[in-house]
């Protein structure tokens, strides 16, 4: 099986490090415009690129012009080109900060998202999700926060925090 992976840093690594069965296509979309991508030869597309939560900060428009615009064109050329499924990279932030009375989101759950990047990422999966067909499939992954060698940002912080609490001569 042929996958085309966008945007490849932590995640796609990762998965490219743990699937030898599959063919990996690495696109970095940073270094080429969507429509000048070959997918044919294809049997599906993972679609990571994205603009997660920046530390010194992103304007609202750039979170919506790489989440939601660039991952529909994605979709788009991939309709085009493709006959497979796209598995597209969300977040659970499309649910919002907190859940009613603590229950645990699932597929069901109402999406209400607070941040830009959330909002970003739901508009993209409705974008996306309508261009799904007898021929093309759409899977959407929400993922949470995800860790392992190489993780940064709020998961290195938590670790960090662990960390410090472990370490202390007063323990909790």
């Known amino acids: ?21 599959f063919i990996i296509k690495e696109v970095d979309l940073l270094k080429h415009e969507i429509a000048d991508v070959n997918f044919s030869g294809t049997d599906c597309v993972l679609h990571l690129a994205a603009l997660v939560h920046q530390m010194k900060g992103a304007q609202e428009e750039e979170y919506f012009r790489v ?9 788009i050329c991939a309709k085009e080109q493709v006959s497979g499924t796209l598995y597209s990279m969300s977040t659970a932030k499309v649910y919002g900060e907190s859940s009613a009375q603590n229950i645990a989101w699932d597929e069901n759950s109402l999406c209400n998202p607070v941040d830009p ?53 007063r323990r909790y």
Do not use: C, H, Q
Request: charged content about 25%.
């Open 117 to 169: 990047y959330g909002k970003s990422k739901f508009e993209a999966e409705k974008l996306i999700k309508a261009l799904e067909d007898d021929t093309f499939k759409v899977a959407i992954v929400r993922s949470p926060l995800v860790y392992g060698a190489g993780v940064r940002a709020n998961m290195l912080n938590l670790i960090g925090l662990i960390k410090n609490i472990l370490a202390s001569p």
């Open 67 to 75: 989440n939601r615009d660039l991952a529909y064109k994605t979709a």
């Open 1 to 21: 099986m042929v996958v085309l992976i966008t945007g490849s840093w932590f995640r796609g690594t990762n998965f490219i490090k743990m699937s030898s069965e």
